[in-house]
Nanobody, 121 residues
Framework: VQLQASGGGLVQAGDSLRLSCVAS????????VGWFRQAPGREREFVAA????????GYADSVKGRFTISRDNAKNSAFLQMSSLKPEDTAVYYC???????????????WGQGTLVTVSS
């Protein structure tokens, strides 16, 4: 499965932004789709994940209550709605997928290119 992430940009602190991840090559059915991010000089970290079959979700503590992951089966796309953005949310955001039933942060085998989110203070 090939993944394409989009939607990044430059926003101010407190603003909202929605990222999209579309799959090609096959549907997301049976997969877990996750979002990760990597800030300059830091390791990549897990942000959120959604299980396609039942929309069960998981989030990193740092984004709970501010970010929402969702999916659109008809568009074969997953989304990350980010609200109340902070400068520390600045990072390259990646979508990823794994053939699994667990919304955990590990074992993602498919990765898209990143999309840059910059939050100014």
């Amino acid at each position: 499965v090939q993944l394409q992430a989009s939607g990044g940009g430059l926003v101010q602190a407190g603003d909202s932004l929605r990222l999209s991840c579309v799959a090609s090559g096959r549907t997301f059915s049976g997969y877990v789709v996750g979002w990760f991010r990597q800030a300059p000089g830091r390791e990549r970290e897990f942000v959120a994940a959604i299980r396609w079959i039942d929309s069960s979700t998981g989030y990193a503590d740092s984004v709970k209550g501010r970010f929402t992951i969702s999916r659109d089966n008809a568009k074969n796309s997953a989304f990350l709605q980010m609200s109340s953005l902070k400068p520390e949310d600045t990072a390259v955001y990646y979508c990823a997928a794994k053939w699994s039933s667990s919304v955990s942060s590990d074992s993602y085998g498919y990765w898209g290119q990143g999309t840059l989110v910059t939050v100014s203070s």
